[in-house]
């Protein structure tokens, strides 16, 4: 076996669910994030070119899907839409099978939509600083962007979910976490 199909099959053996998982907080959709993360590791291995460590591996694949999520953004902006897609559809089971967080459950789904609803960069910036934990300086260089402009983003982000999802508390400092409270028995 070459050594780039090594690495590829180590990186999926053990990486592959977490980057699933983060192609899924971008698309809120299980068919959309494989289609981005096999999109981004085609990109990545295509080339079939001399071994890459597994870390190395992992952050060209990441940054593979944050680039084609972004771009896929762009293209559909300016595409008719053919069928809006429920960002909840996948979530309905998963708020019924936890019944004693489901408040819990239901205050993170609600905050994934509104995620969703971010256009791209934003919703790539609050993603990977706020549920990432990655301090600016790290998404700046993520997303090729000066950290004035991340920034920027993050702050347009925070004024429209907080308008859309007022319990969301979001801290100043650079590693902060989102922090969703939902009142007791209640249910969004």
Same mark, same amino acid.
């Given at each position: ?18 980057? /699933? ?23 990545? /291995? ?9 870390? *190395? ?7 593979? =899907?944050?680039?084609? /999520?972004?771009?896929?953004?762009? +293209?559909? #902006? ?17 708020? *019924? ?6 408040? #819990?459950? #239901? %205050? ?6 509104? =995620?969703?609803?971010?256009?791209? +960069? ?15 300086? *790290? ?12 920034? +920027?983003?993050?702050? &347009? ?9 007022? &319990?969301?508390? /979001?801290?100043?400092?650079?590693? %902060?976490?989102?922090?969703?409270? #939902? ?6």
């Amino acid at each position: 076996m070459s050594d780039w199909r090594q690495t590829l099959d180590v990186l999926m053996r053990e990486r592959g669910s977490a980057l /699933f998982g983060y192609a899924y907080v971008l698309t809120g959709s299980a068919p959309h994030a494989e289609d981005l993360l096999q999109d981004a590791l085609v990109r990545t /291995f295509r080339t079939g070119k001399s071994s890459r460590g597994l870390d *190395s591996a992992h952050m060209y694949v990441k940054r593979a =899907i944050t680039t084609a /999520f972004i771009d896929g953004g762009r +293209r559909s #902006a300016v595409r008719p839409k053919a069928a809006d897609v429920d960002p909840t559809d996948d979530a309905v089971a998963t708020k *019924s099978a936890i019944g004693d967080h489901a408040s #819990a459950v #239901a %205050a993170t789904l609600d905050l994934h939509a509104a =995620i969703l609803e971010l256009p791209p +960069r934003e919703r790539a910036c609050v993603v990977l600083h706020y549920l990432e934990d990655m301090p600016l300086a *790290s998404v700046a260089a993520e997303l090729g962007l000066a950290v004035g402009t991340v920034k +920027r983003y993050l702050a &347009d982000a925070v004024s429209r979910l907080r308008v859309t999802y007022t &319990d969301i508390d /979001f801290t100043p400092s650079h590693d %902060a976490t989102v922090r969703v409270t #939902a009142p007791e028995g209640q249910h969004r």
